[in-house]
């Protein structure tokens, strides 16, 4: 395996580059430069892998250091769904000679040191096309514990984190901003019942954990919040529910215990109820005149 003659230096080298990059690790844990990682886990753990292909998740024409933070952000929002705080991560880069491999890198690292989340290895190869996987992995966080999609009940109601829509054509989607410290807030709360990151759009995100969960969503269009910038000529309700990588969290909660949990959240980022869960399977949305009807919003299909 190796680095193209286009990074400048030898798989080697770049190993070299990245070590000096992190931090010494752990001990008695082993990381870059041997053949695996040790890692001794503090407690119950839960591990997601993501990958971004150039021409599908990025362009050639995009920062090489975009591309690697959005690597990292993308595979560390599904610990944030999770209600997990970052332990470490393993990065597999397949890079062309166009791109830089040291640039590329850097994005990876600095976003993962952002959020505490120690690189121990992984591999490099040459390849036709840029693709990066990350592999991380998370612990539970002190009063908390994993918060899968599948836990949520009819009458539980959809909460949304931030803002969401336009991301592409915003250029948002190669900035996600994983959500760890609220994740692992509403991990500590007990009325949350359910939670997942939107990657593939409200409308899909949704009907996933609805599904998962044995029942059927209710969404509210007129509700969900959009970023300012989303192109108000266009289809706005399309754009909030379909555009897919906002990365917020979405969030099922005990109804009854909303108001209290409205006043107790500690984050500037807003927090807006979307719709709810119904006893009934199948995806509705309440339309303009307030009428339920099925949904004609399916989001992002990564079309395998």
Same mark, same amino acid.
């Given at each position: 395996?190796?680095?193209?003659? !286009?990074?400048?230096?030898?798989?080697?080298? #770049?190993?070299?580059?990245?070590?000096?990059?992190?931090?010494? $690790?752990?001990? *008695?844990?082993?990381?870059?430069? $041997?053949?695996?990682?040790?890692?001794?886990?503090?407690?119950?753990?839960? #591990?997601?892998?993501?990958?971004?292909?150039?021409?599908?998740?990025?362009?050639?024409?995009?920062? *090489?250091?975009?591309?690697?933070? @959005?690597?990292?952000?993308?595979?560390?929002? $599904?610990?944030?769904?999770? =209600?997990?705080? /970052?332990?470490? %991560?393993?990065?597999?880069?397949?890079?062309?000679?166009?791109?830089?491999?040291?640039?590329?890198?850097?994005?990876?690292?600095?976003?993962?040191?952002?959020?505490?989340?120690?690189?121990?290895?992984?591999?490099?190869?040459?390849?036709?096309? +840029?693709?990066?996987?990350?592999?991380?992995? !998370?612990?539970?966080?002190?009063?908390?514990?994993? #918060?899968?999609?599948?836990? %949520?009940?009819?009458?539980?109601?959809?909460?949304?984190?931030?803002?969401?829509?336009?991301?592409?054509? @915003?250029?948002?989607?190669?900035?996600?901003?994983?959500?760890?410290?609220?994740?692992?807030?509403?991990?500590?709360?007990? %009325?949350? @019942?359910?939670?997942?990151?939107?990657?593939?759009?409200?409308?899909?995100?949704?009907? @996933?954990?609805?599904?998962?969960?044995?029942?059927?969503?209710?969404?509210? /269009? =007129?509700?969900?919040?959009?970023?300012?910038?989303?192109? &108000?000529?266009?289809?706005?309700?399309?754009?909030?529910?379909?555009?897919?990588?906002?990365? &917020?969290?979405?969030?099922?909660?005990? %109804?009854?215990?909303?108001?209290? +949990?409205?006043?107790?959240?500690?984050? $500037? +980022? /807003?927090?807006?109820?979307?719709?709810?869960?119904?006893?009934? /399977?199948?995806?509705?949305?309440?339309?303009? #005149? =307030?009428?339920?009807?099925?949904?004609?919003?399916?989001?992002?299909?990564?079309?395998?």
């Amino acid at each position: 395996m190796n680095v193209p003659s !286009g990074s400048g230096m030898n798989e080697d080298g #770049l190993i070299a580059h990245v070590r000096g990059r992190v931090a010494t $690790d752990p001990a *008695p844990d082993i990381g870059i430069g $041997d053949d695996a990682c040790v890692w001794t886990p503090g407690g119950p753990t839960c #591990l997601s892998v993501d990958g971004i292909v150039e021409g599908r998740h990025f362009t050639k024409d995009d920062p *090489p250091q975009a591309v690697g933070r @959005k690597a990292a952000a993308a595979a560390l929002s $599904d610990l944030a769904a999770m =209600g997990a705080r /970052p332990v470490g %991560a393993v990065v597999s880069l397949h890079c062309p000679s166009r791109w830089s491999a040291v640039e590329v890198m850097d994005g990876v690292l600095a976003e993962l040191q952002r959020h505490g989340c120690h690189c121990y290895g992984g591999d490099t190869t040459a390849a036709e096309q +840029l693709t990066i996987s990350v592999t991380v992995w !998370g612990e539970s966080v002190p009063d908390g514990r994993f #918060l899968a999609r599948s836990s %949520a009940e009819p009458g539980d109601l959809l909460v949304l984190t931030g803002q969401v829509g336009g991301s592409l054509r @915003k250029g948002r989607h190669l900035s996600p901003q994983p959500r760890l410290a609220e994740g692992q807030w509403f991990a500590m709360q007990m %009325a949350s @019942k359910a939670m997942m990151d939107c990657s593939d759009g409200l409308a899909a995100d949704a009907a @996933k954990m609805a599904a998962a969960s044995g029942c059927g969503c209710l969404l509210l /269009p =007129g509700n969900v919040p959009r970023h300012d910038d989303v192109d &108000e000529a266009a289809d706005v309700y399309t754009q909030a529910l379909c555009d897919g990588e906002d990365y &917020e969290l979405l969030v099922a909660v005990d %109804a009854a215990a909303w108001p209290a +949990l409205q006043l107790a959240w500690p984050f $500037d +980022l /807003p927090l807006t109820t979307v719709g709810w869960l119904i006893e009934q /399977p199948g995806n509705f949305i309440e339309d303009h #005149l =307030g009428r339920v009807i099925p949904s004609p919003f399916q989001g992002f299909s990564h079309g395998l």
